[in-house]
């Protein structure tokens, strides 16, 4: 992808989607932003990573296009991707050559509660997205899954070709469901199609959903932390940037005609060292100077024990080795988040 391509990054209020607009600020590409704003969590923050990212909040109203004051080659539209009409009319206006959909309603427990919103976001969304990759021809689509896919699996480090036939959560199902979908376009429209089993994302500017970061504002403001699973849980915890450099690299790699009969490949993105919850608490601990008072609980509905990405595809394809340690990358999120929650005069870091 050296030269100049029409981008779009869904989910771009997000906090991956944020970090990959920061990076696409060094490319001369033509990037649209694509974002709800919905209110699953404060929508603060994602104005706030908007505003970070050179956008007037004024500026921002639904279905409008709103130019960046910094990069002119960037823009941003609040739209909803169950808007069929109003998407197909930004293809056409836009043409986009690569499509990055990370949009998508997250959180596994959320949606015991809430499934329609994950059949709404994650399939009805995705397959309207889908739709206007056939008819506008786009040349590469990559899109977000999760390691929520593998389920129960019992086999670690979890490989691309193990079956992921059992979801846990009905999040995890609409993941599942995003790549089967995503594949049959890739065979019928030969539409050149990567799926990217994201693993347990964290850093500056994350979801205050996550546990690193809901165990952050716990211990500072002295309140308890819910520890399911007595704490006796593992996660491959993989910083930001580590995933927003294979996504800048991918990118320019639409996949050949290498899975089975069409032009489709998955890979995890992990980091490729789990790590034990009671460990992240313990950095965490030490990089906010306070011990946590924990509240220990049973495993939840939903959740798995452990998660560990076989990453071998992924070195084979773009030489990626991670290489940012949990506690380097809960000290980058630490700063960021002292100064966006108690400190905010003194301006927000950059990642």
């Given at each position: 992808?050296?030269?100049?391509q029409?981008?779009?990054?869904?989910?771009s209020?997000?906090f991956i989607?944020h970090?990959?607009m920061?990076?696409?600020r060094?490319t001369?590409h033509?990037v649209?932003?694509?974002?709800?704003?919905?209110?699953?969590y404060?929508p603060e923050?994602?104005?706030?990573?908007?505003?970070?990212?050179?956008f007037?909040?004024?500026?921002i109203?639904?279905e409008v296009?709103?130019?960046n004051?910094?990069?002119?080659?960037?823009?941003?539209i609040?739209?909803?991707?169950?808007?069929?009409?109003?998407?197909?009319d930004?293809f056409?206006?836009?043409?986009?050559d690569?499509?990055?959909?990370?949009?998508?309603?997250a959180?596994v427990?959320?949606?015991i509660?809430?499934p329609?919103a994950?059949?709404?976001?994650n399939?009805?969304?995705f397959?309207?997205?889908?739709e206007?990759c056939?008819?506008?021809s786009?040349?590469?689509?990559?899109?977000?899954?999760?390691?929520s896919v593998y389920g129960?699996?019992r086999?670690?480090?979890?490989?691309?070709?193990?079956?992921?036939?059992y979801?846990v959560?009905l999040?995890?199902a609409?993941k599942?469901?995003?790549?089967?979908?995503?594949y049959?376009y890739?065979?019928?429209y030969?539409?050149?199609t990567?799926?990217l089993?994201?693993?347990t994302v964290?850093?500056?500017?994350?979801?205050?959903?996550m546990?690193?970061?809901s165990?952050?504002?716990a211990?500072t403001?002295?309140q308890?932390?819910?520890?399911f699973?007595?704490?006796?849980m593992?996660?491959?915890f993989?910083?930001v940037?580590?995933?927003?450099?294979?996504?800048?690299k991918?990118?320019?790699?639409p996949?050949?005609?290498?899975?089975?009969?069409?032009?489709?490949?998955?890979?995890?993105?992990?980091?490729n060292?789990p790590?034990h919850?009671?460990e992240?608490i313990?950095v965490?601990?030490?990089q906010?100077g306070?011990?946590?008072?924990?509240?220990?609980e049973p495993?939840q509905?939903?959740?798995?024990?452990?998660?560990?990405?076989?990453?071998?595809?992924l070195?084979?394809k773009?030489?990626y080795?991670?290489?940012?340690?949990?506690?380097t990358?809960?000290a980058h999120?630490v700063?960021?988040?002292?100064?966006y929650?108690y400190?905010p005069?003194v301006?927000?870091p950059?990642?």
């Amino acid at each position: 992808m050296a030269e100049e391509q029409r981008i779009l990054v869904t989910g771009s209020a997000g906090f991956i989607g944020h970090h990959l607009m920061q990076e696409l600020r060094q490319t001369d590409h033509t990037v649209v932003g694509l974002d709800v704003l919905n209110s699953y969590y404060d929508p603060e923050l994602k104005y706030a990573r908007l505003e970070a990212q050179g956008f007037h909040r004024e500026q921002i109203q639904p279905e409008v296009i709103a130019a960046n004051y910094s990069f002119p080659n960037h823009s941003f539209i609040q739209l909803d991707l169950t808007n069929g009409k109003s998407l197909h009319d930004l293809f056409e206006k836009y043409r986009f050559d690569v499509v990055v959909n990370l949009a998508a309603q997250a959180g596994v427990r959320y949606s015991i509660d809430n499934p329609q919103a994950y059949i709404d976001s994650n399939l009805t969304g995705f397959l309207n997205l889908l739709e206007c990759c056939r008819s506008f021809s786009v040349k590469h689509l990559l899109f977000a899954s999760s390691s929520s896919v593998y389920g129960h699996c019992r086999q670690v480090p979890f490989k691309v070709g193990q079956c992921t036939d059992y979801p846990v959560s009905l999040y995890a199902a609409t993941k599942k469901a995003n790549e089967v979908l995503a594949y049959s376009y890739a065979h019928l429209y030969r539409i050149p199609t990567t799926g990217l089993r994201f693993f347990t994302v964290y850093g500056p500017w994350g979801r205050p959903d996550m546990a690193y970061y809901s165990f952050a504002k716990a211990i500072t403001e002295d309140q308890p932390i819910q520890v399911f699973n007595n704490g006796d849980m593992q996660r491959d915890f993989t910083y930001v940037e580590d995933v927003v450099n294979c996504l800048a690299k991918l990118l320019r790699l639409p996949p050949e005609t290498t899975f089975p009969g069409a032009p489709f490949k998955l890979y995890n993105i992990g980091n490729n060292k789990p790590a034990h919850l009671l460990e992240l608490i313990a950095v965490l601990e030490r990089q906010l100077g306070k011990k946590a008072v924990l509240q220990l609980e049973p495993m939840q509905p939903g959740d798995v024990y452990t998660t560990y990405a076989d990453v071998r595809e992924l070195e084979k394809k773009i030489n990626y080795k991670p290489a940012t340690t949990l506690e380097t990358g809960l000290a980058h999120f630490v700063k960021w988040f002292k100064q966006y929650h108690y400190a905010p005069e003194v301006g927000v870091p950059e990642p």
